[in-house]
């Protein structure tokens, strides 16, 4: 209500009220409008008080408060917590962390559930993993999800995958659909191979 009229300070008085009771809502909404104003560790504390409630949102938000100042085993473990309760965004990055530390397995696995869950990066990941390994079946099933929801590299592999199996197309369509959401190289790529000025055969974009 008073940060809809753009009463900030009665925002904040009103949440200091709630999180003071045990509140998660209150401490989220606390820990939200000190980033807004770039108190990060006034934020960072107001996360924590909201993610020991149980809150997923504020163990992700926490989580990526943590991995932005380099803090990743403090990170990851907050990543865990949003992602066992439930949260895509939390799976994705926890995936993101563990393949960069070379736990492919466990990367795969929190890419499943973030996968699972609707996240479109998720999806495209895992799409990367398995044509890394050769599972181009699966890669292009995954690259699908992930175009279908709105991902440009999602949508300029599965064009690679479909132009390299002879849907020309389908791969056309894919092209497309890449280009109309992509940017920088994505975008490029796109145009370039809608435009045939691609002479090899094109390999499908690394994970993110």
């Known amino acids: 209500m008073y940060a809809e009229r753009g009463d900030l300070g009665g925002a904040e008085t009103l949440y200091r009220r709630a999180d ?56 990851e473990a907050a990543y865990r917590r949003a992602d066992e309760r439930g949260s895509a965004a939390a799976a994705a990055r926890l995936g993101g962390l563990l393949g960069e530390r070379g736990d492919i397995g466990g990367a795969e696995a929190a890419f499943r559930r973030a996968d699972e869950r609707g996240d479109a990066g998720a999806a495209f990941n895992l799409g990367g993993l398995f044509a890394e390994r050769g599972d181009l079946t699966a890669a292009e099933a995954a690259f699908h999800r992930a175009d279908e929801r709105g991902h440009g590299g999602g949508a300029f592999n599965l064009g690679v995958l479909l132009e390299e199996r002879g849907d020309l197309a389908g791969a056309e369509s894919a092209y497309v659909r890449a280009e109309q959401r992509g940017h920088g190289e994505v975008a490029e790529m796109a145009r370039a191979a809608l435009l045939g000025a691609l002479g090899s055969p094109l390999s499908p974009t690394s994970p993110a």
């Open 20 to 75: 003071k009771l045990g509140h998660a809502n209150g401490a989220f909404n606390l820990a939200v409008l000190r980033e807004h104003r770039n108190d990060r560790v006034g934020a960072e504390d107001a996360y924590r008080r909201a993610d020991e409630r149980g809150s997923a949102l504020a163990a992700f938000n926490l989580g990526v408060l943590l991995e932005q100042r380099g803090v990743r085993a403090d990170a």
